[in-house]
């Protein structure tokens, strides 16, 4: 903590010096109330699903919780336990979905990332989600249920992964494949599954510009896929394999990762106005100072191909730091107790009001691997690409015929820039200027150009050759201080955020 509080008293310093420089000034750091949010529950890798105007998250470990107003949370469900009253089948030796996997080598069941959907074919909620023995041996399980809150009754296994030539008669393999399939094609060394063949983990639902129903998936090993599903049973539909277009007839359509490159909670979205497909995954390791961050890719076609801010795709490489534009990684800024640490495994809601939201799960720098969910709204900048408000949502709305005047937007403000690495290091503020003439400082001394779209609120930042460009919107921060936020996403697949105490 002592080294944020020695840059917000450079940065009063600097502020103060800039007062004759015609640059307008917010409040300085110790002028702020500080503070972080705090949801009161605990859901990792929260899915989210709206129904009878509550928002229901549902996470590992068969974690759930619902909300009024995407500000705070309640539990509802908790524990891989026949105690949880999420499930009815979940230990009474009816379920199924244990008998490949077993018991996780770290001890215990584990249940991980599940997904709610509601099927109108169906007349049922189902939820998809998946157990696993180790990283590579998994299976992704479907369970219904008459209510969003349950109870859910486990129905049938999907898809297997991680099996060897024993256990491979414990999976669906040959009932897919049939009797002269080849599980060997599927196997590398050590009875693991091949690096091209995924981990089935991680699944989530969604519907496509023609109404069809899909399951991406898919985890570091083999990297991510995507099966459609019948909306009528719920169950996948297999492909024609085509092995030049890397569509497998068991596990799908592969989109990218893979090599054991850290890849994982993949999250579709569809949208209308812009007619792309946008794949959110997480990097890093999921604890602390894993890394672990988000990161944003789109498509024109639901089987992709899926690219980022520099129109390239993540295939089998062997390093991927570059690929994907982050949206969020660990961050700090200077209303905060504490700073922000491993934001991941994402899931996307669009209101009816039109607004996109975020979820995911948040650590922090406390030195403990508590987390929290978190709820940032999302807004498409100029170029299609979404980017998130630097705080939680308070219910802000884009200023209606957007900033008046170059001079509005003007100031100094508390800049971070979320980079493009995957790592521990918690990506602090530093001073930006905007200046009434367009130009633009940086600390560092890099300077650039700003402009604000006239009658909207976008905003275009340059800086050498990395073109950012995204939105400024007026909010307040999580300890109740007025903000004026740019959230813009760069060519160069940095994302920017900019804060200014109003």
């Known amino acids: 903590m002592k080294k944020y509080i020695m840059i917000g008293m450079l940065l009063v310093g600097a502020v103060s010096l800039l007062v ?105 909620w189902v939820m998809y989600f998946s157990t696993s023995h180790d990283y590579r041996t998994s299976n992704i399980c479907m369970a219904t249920a008459d209510h969003v809150e349950g109870p859910y009754s486990y129905q049938e296994t999907l898809i297997y992964s991680g ?37 089935c983990i991680d699944p989530t639902i969604f519907y496509d510009e023609d109404g069809r129903m899909w399951m991406v998936y898919g985890s570091w090993s083999g990297g991510i896929w995507l099966l459609e599903l019948d909306e009528s049973t719920g169950l996948p539909i297999h492909p024609e394999a085509d092995e030049e277009k890397k569509i497998d007839t068991y596990y799908g359509y592969y989109l990218m990762g893979g090599l054991h490159n850290s ?82 495994h994402c899931s996307m809601l669009k209101d009816e009001d039109g607004k996109y939201y975020v979820i995911y799960h948040q650590r922090f720098d406390n030195g403990s691997e508590y987390h929290e969910p978190r709820v940032h709204q999302m807004f498409v900048n100029e170029d299609g690409w979404l980017v998130a408000a630097p705080f939680a949502t308070m219910g802000e709305v884009l200023k209606e015929g957007g900033m008046a005047s170059a001079e509005e937007v003007s100031g100094v403000y508390y800049y971070v820039n979320h980079g493009t690495d995957i790592s521990a290091e918690i990506h602090s503020y530093e001073e930006m200027q905007l200046k009434k003439d367009g130009s633009l400082v940086l600390a560092d001394g890099s300077s650039g150009t700003w402009e604000v779209k006239e009658g909207t609120s976008y905003i275009t930042l340059t800086v050498g050759e990395a073109i950012y460009k995204g939105v400024v919107i ?29």
């Open 163 to 199: 099996y060897n030539l024993i256990n491979v008669e414990e999976t669906n393999f040959y009932e897919i494949l049939g009797e002269d399939a080849k599980a060997t094609d599927y196997l590398a060394a050590g009875d693991y599954n091949n690096l091209n063949y995924p981990n």
């Open 263 to 344: 890849c994982e909670g993949p999250y579709i979205l569809y949208d209308e106005t812009s007619s792309y497909y946008y794949l959110f995954v997480s990097y890093g390791g999921l604890t602390r100072e894993g890394g672990y961050q988000i990161r944003q890719y789109r498509a024109e076609n639901v089987t992709g191909p899926y690219v980022d801010a520099k129109g390239k795709t993540f295939d089998y490489v062997p390093e991927h730091s570059e690929y994907g534009l982050k949206m969020m990684g660990n961050y700090m800024l200077p209303s905060l107790k504490t700073a922000y640490m491993a934001p991941g």
């Open 20 to 124: 004759g420089c015609g640059v307008a000034k917010g409040k300085a750091v110790d002028e702020l109330k500080m503070g972080n949010q705090v949801m009161g529950v605990s859901v990792h890798d929260p899915s989210v699903v709206k129904s009878d105007g509550k928002y229901y998250i549902f996470g590992s470990h068969m974690e759930a919780a619902v909300s009024e107003d995407l500000k705070s949370f309640k539990s509802f469900a908790s524990g891989v336990n026949a105690m949880n009253p999420l499930f009815d089948n979940l230990f009474t030796g009816e379920l199924e979905a244990f008998e490949f996997t077993g018991m996780h080598v770290d001890g215990g069941y584990a249940v991980w990332a599940p997904d709610v959907i509601y099927n109108p074919v169906m007349e049922k």
């Open 474 to 502: 007026e909010m307040q921060d999580e300890a109740g201080n007025a903000v004026r936020c740019i959230t813009a996403a760069g060519n160069n697949n940095e994302t920017i955020w900019g804060v200014f105490y109003i």
